[in-house]
């Protein structure tokens, strides 16, 4: 910011794109588009209402403890991605952990908040100390040593790490596609232990449906249930405008989990949009 002579006016405004996510997403917020064009972040239904119900808890100093169940290519993880960018590049001394449920998706997550840092306007850029292929830490010192940047971090891991995360003091969590979790519950448990219940703190939990029992499923029956503190959103695939015309084709018989999909649907569909 040192390069930028702004008036009280500019520095105004700065600060009041800074703290409305929806200005900010719209002045530095881009993706990769289904084609491979980077293009504008523009949040879908779903992302929207996830989106919503955050900033929501923040104005009313809730901690967030969201629980997603979603269909595939819904976009649920850029929108909580472009929301832990955005949290981190504009808050002091933060820290973000983002589990993928293994190498491939990590390095996607990745991926995601490093594109959202490459393509920034440089006004809201921070100071990177360090970049590594899986961490983000935005952090400047001046010339006697003292630290006058954010001192925040974006970390990625995944589940196969049962440590990751566990040595630090979490503020935004995403745990990733949890259905697949092969240690879900005992690592979950620990990561959750790190993130204190306090306003601006955030967990996601978030997967596609993976089958009945395990730890994401019990998780998201004991949200319905409010039984834990999660609230649970459920994203079917035909929020998607884009799928609006799919060709309704013999699927043949369900399965058992696929008639407590729609049995969900049927019965609480309220929940993600109310």
């Not at 745990?175 to 092969?182: H, I, L, M, N």
Request: proline share 3%; hydrophobic share 35%.
């Amino acid at each position: 910011m040192d390069e930028y002579q702004l008036s009280e006016e500019q520095l105004q405004k700065i600060l009041d794109i800074k703290n409305d996510f929806y200005r900010y997403a719209d002045n530095n917020l881009w993706i990769r588009s289904k084609s491979g064009e980077i293009i504008k972040f523009v949040p879908n239904k779903p992302q929207k209402a996830l989106i919503d119900y955050v900033i929501y808890c923040l104005l009313n100093g809730i901690p967030i403890r969201v629980i997603v169940l979603k269909a595939r290519q819904m976009g649920l993880s850029t929108a909580i991605e472009a929301l832990g960018y955005w949290w981190n590049s504009t808050n002091k001394n933060q820290t973000a952990v983002i589990i993928g449920h293994e190498d491939a998706s990590a390095r996607n997550l990745y991926r995601m908040f490093r594109r959202y840092y490459d393509n920034s306007n440089p006004i809201f850029k921070p100071s990177i100390k360090y970049n590594t292929k899986s961490d983000l830490t935005f952090e400047r010192y001046d010339d006697e040593g003292n630290q006058v940047g954010l001192g925040s971090v974006i970390k990625t891991a995944t589940a196969k790490n049962t440590s990751a995360g566990r040595s630090d003091t979490i503020q935004f969590l995403h745990a990733s596609e949890v259905g697949e979790w092969e240690n879900g519950e005992e690592l979950v448990a620990s990561l959750m232990q790190t993130v204190p219940y306090l306003p601006r703190t955030f967990i996601f939990l978030e997967s596609t449906a993976k089958g009945k029992g395990n730890y994401f499923h019990k998780e998201w029956r004991n949200a319905e249930k409010k039984l834990n503190n999660f609230i649970p959103f459920f994203f079917p695939w035909w929020l998607i405008d884009e799928y609006e015309d799919y060709d309704d084709e013999e699927v043949g018989e369900l399965t058992e989990y696929e008639e407590f999909l729609i049995d969900l649907f049927v019965k609480g569909f309220d929940t993600w949009s109310g």
